[in-house]
């Protein structure tokens, strides 16, 4: 690939940057675990290809893990927000992930999650727990089992690295496909022996049927909010006769159509400047979850976990730039056409 002869170039003007080629790899499981073979020092970082950490990531990360904690998730936020109406939700998406849902389930549940991209893991344990090729989600899978061990993950949303979003729908598809079906995968793994480990507080077992049970269940019980209110419809002869003021009814459709609103204004308080200065961003992204996004997310985990019940695991490179999609397409349909 081109960007080869532009990383050897950059290792011979600075001899601390040790370029690896890893042959036939498919995966970021399959670099990192080649990687670790050549790896030196008391804690290692982790990222993608596409991120830009700040200069003063590691030394903040350090601090973490010099107090006691043996991983440490920054926060991942995107740097091509205006580039596509995609980029500009998922811009926002990742605020609420990375400044709100993150740092709160740490401090609610007492245990963090490595995500992928902007971690730090003591290099001793990342030796020990390695990665896992054959799972999709192979950062979830490590942090479950090092989580099982009894280690301690911390988040950091002042811990920034900026990243490129997906900028089609159907790369975001696809990403999206493979996270679902990836904590599918950890979720029926690893549920039981969580439930099971003496090494787990009461606390990290509640936050672990959360984060492993209901997360996989709330696509399904959402998914039946149209047929149920069709069969009340039918039942009692029209939308019209239906009682609306039921107090649980209005009360569970008043917290549900609260909690939108409620995490969009946070992530927007908490939000990387970068970000929180687009406030029509927000507002933006609160429609789009409103009337689409909220239910695509629902439908993506539904067929994932129907692809894992069939054994489709197909992993794709996500494209991040829209001339890196129109590329992708173009050499898909000379392939197809070349067949």
């Known amino acids: 690939m081109p960007v080869e002869e532009t990383l050897a170039e950059m290792a011979r003007a600075d001899p601390r940057l040790k370029v690896i080629r890893v042959e036939g790899s498919e995966s970021k499981a399959q ?27 590691f030394r903040r990360a350090w601090r973490w ?53 902007n971690g730090y893991w003591k290099a001793h344990l990342l030796h020990e727990i390695r990665m896992h090729a054959f799972m999709l989600t192979e950062d979830i899978d490590s942090s479950i089992r090092a989580l099982l061990e009894g280690r301690r993950i911390a988040s950091d949303p002042l811990l920034i690295s900026r990243e490129l979003a997906p900028v089609t729908l159907r790369a975001l598809w696809n990403q999206r496909m493979r996270w679902a079906q990836g904590w599918f995968q950890v979720s029926y793994r690893y549920l039981w022996k969580g439930l099971a480990s003496r090494r787990l507080t009461l606390r990290q077992k509640l936050g672990l049927i959360q984060l492993l049970t209901w997360r996989e ?49 946070l992530a927007w308080r908490l939000a990387n400047r970068d970000i929180g200065r687009h406030r029509g961003w927000f507002v933006y992204y609160l429609v789009m979850s409103s009337l ?17 019940a069939l054994q489709q695991r197909r ?8 001339r890196a999609a129109a590329t992708e397409a173009q050499a898909a349909g000379t392939s197809t056409t070349g067949r």
């Open 217 to 265: 269940l709330y696509p399904w019980i959402a998914n039946q909010m149209v047929p149920i209110i069709i069969f009340w419809s039918i039942k009692y002869g029209g939308l019209a006769r239906i009682d609306w003021l039921v107090p649980i009814f209005v009360m569970t459709t008043i917290f549900t159509l609260g909690t939108g609103p409620a995490q969009t204004l």
């Open 65 to 117: 893990l010099d107090s006691g904690y043996d991983i440490v998730q920054g926060h991942c936020a995107v740097r091509n927000g205006d580039e596509t109406w995609v980029s500009r939700m998922v811009a926002v998406e990742f605020e609420a992930i990375y400044a709100v849902s993150h740092p709160g389930r740490a401090r609610l549940h007492h245990f963090g999650i490595f995500g992928g991209s």
């Open 315 to 322: 992993w794709k490179v996500t494209p991040r730039t829209a």
């Open 292 to 308: 689409f996004y909220t239910a695509f997310k629902n439908l993506i985990a539904v067929v994932a976990q129907v692809n894992e």
């Open 31 to 57: 670099n990192v675990n080649a990687a670790l073979s050549e790896t030196t020092g008391e804690f290692i970082g982790i990222f993608d290809a596409d991120h830009h950490p700040e200069p003063n990531g």
